[in-house]
Each structure stands twice: as C-alpha cells, then as structure tokens.
C-alpha cells in the first residue's frame, strides 16, 4: 500500500485546511484509517480514525467538534477536514491505513501496525 498525502500548508488561526490521502495497493478487507500528527519535540499522537467501510469516527478530544474525517471510496482517497485551526495543531499530519482493525476505536498509535502516508506540514500562525 502506498498513501500519498497533501493538503498542507501555512494558515492564520480560526482558519481551515482539508488534507488528503490518496490510496492505492490492496489490504485486509477490514481495516481503520485515520490521522495522526507529531509537533516538534513531541511523540506522535492520534488525531481522528475510522473503518475504512463506514461507521463511527473517533475523535482525538482536543480536536472534536473542529475536525472531521470523511473517505471517498471511489476514489480511494481519505480526507481530514480541519477548521477553527489553533496555533497549538502545528504538525507533520500522517495518514494511516491498514493493520489490524480497532486501533481507531483504541485512539491508539501503539496498535497501529499499519501503514504510513509521508506526512504533510501544517503550520497555524497567530
């Protein structure tokens, strides 16, 4: 599987900013997908997830209720929308695919077996 991800950039805070990551390759017939960030100096965290077939979305708390995550099937593309951006969500966002499924329920990097998008560099400025 190789994910492609974009959609980063620089963006005043209260502003908003939709990442991609676009799939290709084949995996399990059941796996999550889903987002993680890491800021300099700091691990890399969970930021939201999914089924990749539908179903619940699963939220980091300090992103709820501003971010939202959303796949095209068809296009085999998942998405990361983010709005109300704080300076404090400043990060290499990662896409994630695959592995066992239930590490996006589990909010859990440390389940994660799957694979990584290359990242892409958002910065909130003040």
């Known amino acids: 599987v190789q994910l492609q991800a974009s959609g980063g950039g620089l963006v005043q805070a209260g502003g908003s900013l939709r990442l991609s990551c676009a799939a290709s390759?084949?995996?399990?017939?059941?796996?999550?997908v889903g987002w993680f960030r890491q800021a300099p100096g700091k691990e890399r965290e969970f930021v939201a997830g999914m089924n990749w077939s539908g179903g619940p979305t699963y939220y980091a708390e300090f992103v709820k209720g501003r971010f939202a995550i959303s796949r095209d099937n068809a296009k085999n593309t998942l998405y990361l929308q983010m709005n109300s951006l704080k300076p404090e969500d400043t990060a290499v966002y990662h896409c994630?695919?695959?592995?066992?499924?239930?590490?996006?329920?589990?909010?859990?990097?440390?389940?994660?077996?799957?694979?990584w998008g290359q990242g892409t560099q958002v910065t909130v400025s003040s």
């Open positions: 390759g084949r995996t399990s017939n059941n796996y999550d």
């Open positions: 994630a695919v695959g592995g066992r499924a239930g590490w996006a329920r589990q909010m859990s990097l440390a389940d994660f077996t799957g694979y």
